[in-house]
């Protein structure tokens, strides 16, 4: 007899938990909150800002995790994976050469593409306290 249980299943679905498509959907819904109350309640160009900082957290987020999943899959295929520093680093130096940018030429003011840009751990903090409340909505009594 033979046991599936071990067995790995490499599909999108199993490797991407649905905890990170619901961050992702609550980044996506704070960042269009975000980005209309602030064209409302304080400029178009501060809500300008939210979206664009927004922008940057889905970029990178999406390039960690291309970058991630190169490394693994060399691993799981015996490979030593060739992760370079400068190609680690590179990322955070583009992000940073954006925010430069944008505050060097004050396009948008710099507080709320900062404010964007946190929206990820914004939107962690949102699901963990969701999911701490709905917990208590779904336990069974003893």
Same mark, same amino acid.
């Given at each position: 007899m033979t046991d599936d249980r071990n067995t790995i299943d490499g599909t999108e679905s199993s490797v991407f938990p649905k905890a990170h498509? &619901?961050?992702l959907v609550i980044l996506g819904v704070m960042g269009i909150i975000g980005t209309a109350a602030g064209m409302i309640f304080?400029?178009? &160009?501060?809500?300008? %800002?939210?979206m664009i900082g927004v922008g940057l957290a889905f970029a990178? *987020? *999406?390039w960690l995790k291309h970058s991630l999943k190169k490394v693994f899959d060399e691993a799981a295929e015996g490979e030593k994976p060739k992760v370079s520093a400068i190609r680690y680093i590179g990322r955070y130096l583009?992000? %940073?050469a954006v925010i430069a940018f944008i505050y060097i030429t004050e396009i948008?003011?710099?507080v709320p593409v900062i404010l964007g840009t946190a929206g990820f751990g914004f939107a962690v903090v949102?699901?963990?306290t969701l999911n701490i409340f709905t917990s208590f909505s779904n336990r069974k009594e003893i």
């Open positions: 498509r &619901r961050i304080v400029s178009v &160009r501060f809500g300008i %800002g939210v990178n *987020y *999406y583009a992000l %940073g948008v003011p710099i949102v699901d963990g």
